[in-house]
């Protein structure tokens, strides 16, 4: 609409009764004569957006309230100017930076009185008038009508239209207190100099009202886009962008600045409304309820304090679960990390403005971009927003903690490192299933299926199943990190070294942080009824057990847990052996099996490769007690030194692994103490002619029972002695980790299809992958400039280990397969 228009035609008069139909205000204050005009003096109100609705309510409610019409010409002197109001923003590009003809012409009036005649023409009062069309979005109880509600953002045509059809019953009209044009524009300035004074004052009236009404404006795209291509490294950054691909250096700030609009979250609390009221109604539907443990963590240190969060991941369900709980719980929902993967329509677009930002999977090749996003990362940790992500970088397939990735986590050591005047305090996240939204489509990747890519047709068809019983989640806050706390116990001088995240220190320190935060994670694991269903039925033959056999197992978990305790923040089962089996059948993760000598559980063929996966979530909290089962079970009897060098170097491979959270010199307590509880369940006894461990005899139950306790451990050991036993087969420096990675692979496959090793995630790549770059750090292989590893006996021996805790039949296999397979390519020499 042009401010030329004759807002008092018989069209215009016809549209405000038509929209009245529909509309209904809330007007304030509720009597004009509060707002003080002076009857004398020539009004003229401001509306803040270009819009024809917003018009004609304040024509109309001008009217009633005996206002001066908004409609009517100001005569002011010899200047008589068609109408008594203007639209401070006239588009929605708010640094357009045209002003309204009657702005221009009210104030050229001012500023061209003489000095001495200043009173000669009347003054005009300036009455700003904030239009809102419904509530703020916390007050909204309906998901259409909190997404389309006031934001900070101008709304186009369409969306305003949408505002009347669903707020039209519900809009406030607030009328403030004239301003003295005259006293606002001093003498002797220039029009020009006027015109820029007057849209900012009033620019700024309206962002407090409107703040008062909404909340604070927190969408990054409005207010920090500029700020993000102001910052140092992004100014060098796209001066080398120019300089190397020869190219204008306002095309490469342009560049820069789509980086910027692709990785910024839009936030807009409407939207955070409609999600929540959304998952309000979808949790009920999907889960038998969220538990959420040790939330008070969170509280306590929020005040003051910079808040990352990182959770495991195990599900897409993860962020929306998190970020539900924290605004639930009072606090401000976090920013989280995206992969740009999730950038679909639609669902982008409002992921987007519910605080989501989008990183690519890699930065490499891209100097440009990835100096964008360290800077907006580092804006947002400087501003205080609360952040999420997920160090492992994707969801883990197989249900173990990931090997944590340095990327984004690195960003944030060094945003902290360059300015460290905000506490800042990382914060582990336990989320764990009972079922899982992608589990078969895990269990298609582990077989060696593509990955399927997310799509919206994917997520539409993924509704069909709210109707299913997903059991109930378990969210558990782990120990905070304070990182300046451990910046100054990894490396003292980081204060006056600087923010250089290229330097070797702080790698370092980078890897260690993620290695901490890993281990923290895992110390919050809450064991749920699914886990200890999945950790017994998996150890048995056929996934089959009798029903005392089946709630015998899970009393001892439970007793390891309770009484060997793994860590403090760690969460226990608290329901009864039997009430956890029935709660399984519930869930068909188990079924029933009539028979004259007793029933039978079995685990139904197409949950066993799923439950795998609920198994994983939990292992680290029994690798010690399966360990020592094994090795008792597989020797009948060891003295307490052999066991004790044993489990050291077993546990030592796999500590890395796993995330276990016990250093080396606290082994042998923590051993202790299960020892002590085996022997208290009568899985152990120690003879007393000769004091050392021993096992029960093979034909009892209690015999029966260690195995099936060092069963869950396993195909964890057979990974590591294959890798063991390819290294030990082709020598040292003979292969490169490439190499190694693929013959592991391969030859994994093969056995998982010739031998009893059908456990989908056993010859998983990424699982290899990950313990060879585990050997690599705690420098059990080293590479040389050929990229070929090398080791000595420290690594080799472990492998004479694996006699006392796997049967032969599996040691013969595995050698067996190392022996006999084909030679792996080398990679080409580095």
């Not at 886009?225 to 950054?237: D, P």
């Not at 152990?684 to 093979?698: K, N, T, W, Y």
């Not at 451990?713 to 190694?740: D, M, N, V, W, Y």
Request: with cysteine; hydrophobic share 45%.
């Amino acid at each position: 609409m042009s401010d030329r228009v004759n807002a008092s035609g018989w069209l215009l008069r016809l549209a405000r009764r038509l929209l009245y139909l529909w509309v209904r205000t809330s007007v304030f204050p509720e009597r004009p004569a509060e707002l003080g005009l002076d009857p004398a003096r020539p009004v003229c109100y401001v509306l803040q957006d270009r819009h024809l609705s917003n018009l004609l309510v304040l024509v109309e409610e001008s009217r009633r309230a005996g206002l001066p019409r908004a409609e009517a010409p100001i005569a002011r002197g010899r200047q008589r100017l068609p109408r008594s109001f203007f639209f401070l923003n006239r588009h929605r590009d708010l640094a357009s930076g045209e002003h309204s003809a009657l702005l221009t012409a009210l104030v050229r009036e001012t500023v061209g009185e003489p000095n001495g005649s200043r009173q000669a023409v009347e003054d005009v009062q300036l009455v700003p008038v904030l239009i809102l069309w419904g509530r703020a979005p916390d007050k909204q109880q309906s998901i259409l009508k909190a997404l389309f509600s006031e934001t900070w953002r101008p709304p186009g045509a369409w969306r305003q239209l949408l505002a009347i059809v669903l707020h039209g019953r519900n809009v406030l009209v607030r009328y403030s207190a004239p301003i003295s044009l005259r006293r606002l524009i001093p003498a002797g300035v220039s029009e020009e100099h006027a015109r820029r004074k007057l849209s900012r004052v009033l620019r700024v009236h309206f962002h407090r009202q409107r703040q008062m009404a909404i909340g604070p404006d927190l969408s990054h795209r409005n207010t920090q886009i500029g700020a993000v291509l102001a910052g140092e490294g992004v100014r060098a950054a796209i001066a080398s962008e120019a300089a190397t691909r020869h190219i204008p250096l306002a095309a490469a700030r342009l560049k820069a600045a789509d980086f910027a609009l692709e990785i910024a979250s839009d936030y807009s609390y409407g939207a955070v409304r409609a999600l929540e009221l959304f998952l309000s109604w979808l949790w009920p539907r999907l889960y038998d309820g969220i538990e959420l443990h040790h939330f008070d963590l969170v509280t306590r240190i929020a005040p003051g304090h910079e808040i990352v969060y990182v959770p495991c991941h195990r599900s897409h369900v993860d962020y929306l679960l998190l970020s539900y709980l924290i605004h639930r719980n009072g606090l401000t929902p976090p920013h989280i990390a995206a992969g740009a993967n999730l950038k679909l329509p639609i669902v982008g677009a409002l992921l987007r403005r519910c605080g989501a930002f989008f990183l690519r999977r890699s930065l490499k090749g891209e100097p440009l971009y990835a100096a964008v996003f360290d800077e907006y990362l580092h804006l947002m940790l400087a501003r205080g927003f609360p952040l999420e992500y997920f160090i492992e970088g994707g969801r883990s397939r197989s249900g173990r903690m990931l090997a944590p990735k340095a990327g984004i986590l690195g960003m944030t050591v060094h945003s902290f490192i360059r300015e460290h005047s905000r506490p800042l305090v990382f914060v582990p996240v336990y989320i764990g299933y009972e079922k899982l939204l992608e589990g078969r489509a895990y269990v298609g990747e582990l077989a060696g299926k593509a990955k399927q890519r997310e799509s919206l047709w994917g997520i539409l068809k993924s509704i069909r199943r709210i109707k299913r019983v997903f059991g109930k989640v378990y969210v558990n806050i782990g120990e905070p990190l304070l990182l300046a706390g451990f910046l100054d116990a990894q490396h003292a001088g980081w204060r006056e070294q600087g923010g250089d995240g290229s330097a070797a220190w702080s790698q370092t320190v980078t890897r260690r942080a993620a290695a901490e935060l890993a281990r923290r994670i895992n110390d919050a694991a809450v064991l749920n009824p699914v886990n200890l269903i999945a950790l017994t039925m998996l150890a048995t033959p056929k996934h089959t057990a009798d029903e005392h056999a089946l709630l015998r197992m899970i009393e001892h978990y439970q007793a390891l847990f309770e009484e060997a305790s793994y860590a403090p923040t760690s969460i226990g089962c608290t329901l009864a052996a039997r009430a956890i089996v029935a709660y399984g059948e519930r869930l068909a993760i188990v079924e029933r099996v009539a028979d004259p000598l007793g029933d039978l559980f079995r685990v139904p063929a197409t949950q066993a490769p799923l439950l795998a996966y609920f198994r994983n979530n939990v292992l680290h909290l029994f690798a010690l007690p399966a360990i020592i089962a094994c090795l008792l079970s597989h020797n009948r009897r060891l003295d307490d030194d052999t066991v004790l060098q044993a489990v050291r170097r077993i546990y030592g491979l796999m500590r890395a692994e796993l995330f276990l959270r016990w250093p080396l010199e606290d082994l042998p307590a923590a051993s202790e103490a299960v020892i002590r509880v085996l022997l208290a369940r009568g899985l152990l006894h120690r003879p007393q002619a000769s004091g050392d461990l021993a096992a029960a005899e093979p034909i009892s139950q209690e015999f029966a029972e260690l195995h099936l306790l060092g069963e869950s451990i396993r195909p964890l050991l057979e990974r590591h002695f294959l890798t063991l036993a390819l290294l030990e087969r082709h020598g040292s420096g003979q292969l490169t980790r490439q190499a190694l990675e693929d013959s592991c692979h391969r030859l994994a496959r093969r056995l998982s299809l010739l031998h009893d090793f059908n456990i989908p995630e056993f010859a998983e790549k990424a699982t290899f992958a990950a313990f060879i770059a585990r050997l690599i750090e705690a420098e059990f292989l080293c590479e040389d400039q050929h990229r070929l590893l090398h080791f000595d006996e420290r690594l080799m021996a472990p492998l004479a280990d694996s006699a006392l805790v796997l049967p032969s039949s599996a040691r013969q296999a595995i050698r067996r397969m190392a022996s006999a397979g084909t030679e792996p390519a080398k990679l080409p020499l580095a």
